[in-house]
């Protein structure tokens, strides 16, 4: 499984951006995904799941009311839109992939429950 992330770079607190997470190599429609951040000097952290149907998604205290995700099946994509966005939001940030069935009832909010990642993409959010 291929993953191609894009989007982010530098934006002003309060605005939006989007992230979208491109794959290939795999049914689409068998991934769960999710994104993850990592802020320098820390661990990657949860930041939002959705599932293989899009049926359930789950959102990190940080982010939660601010960021949305999505997927389009159509386009083999998942999407994350970030709004409001502040200063700690800054981090590189990573999208993932696992076939939903080998998972099932599994976390899905470490990043070990993951076999697929992105490249990162650096989002730096600024005053």
């Known amino acids: 499984v291929q993953l191609q992330a894009s989007g982010g770079g530098l934006v002003m607190a309060g605005d939006s951006t989007k992230l979208s997470c491109s794959v290939s190599g795999r049914d689409f429609r068998s991934l769960d995904m999710a994104w993850f951040r990592q802020a320098q000097g820390q661990g990657r952290r949860f930041v939002s799941f959705i599932s293989w149907s899009g049926g359930s998604t789950y959102f990190a205290d940080s982010v939660k009311g601010r960021f949305a995700i999505s997927r389009d099946n159509a386009k083999n994509t998942v999407y994350l839109q970030m709004d409001s966005l502040k200063p700690t939001d800054t981090a590189v940030y990573y999208c993932?992939?696992?076939?939903?069935?080998?998972?099932?009832?599994?976390?899905?909010?470490?990043?070990?429950?993951?076999?697929?990642w992105g490249q990162g993409i650096q989002v730096t959010v600024y005053d």
């Open positions: 993932a992939s696992r076939v939903y069935s080998d998972y099932v009832g599994s976390p899905y909010d470490q990043d070990i429950r993951y076999d697929d």
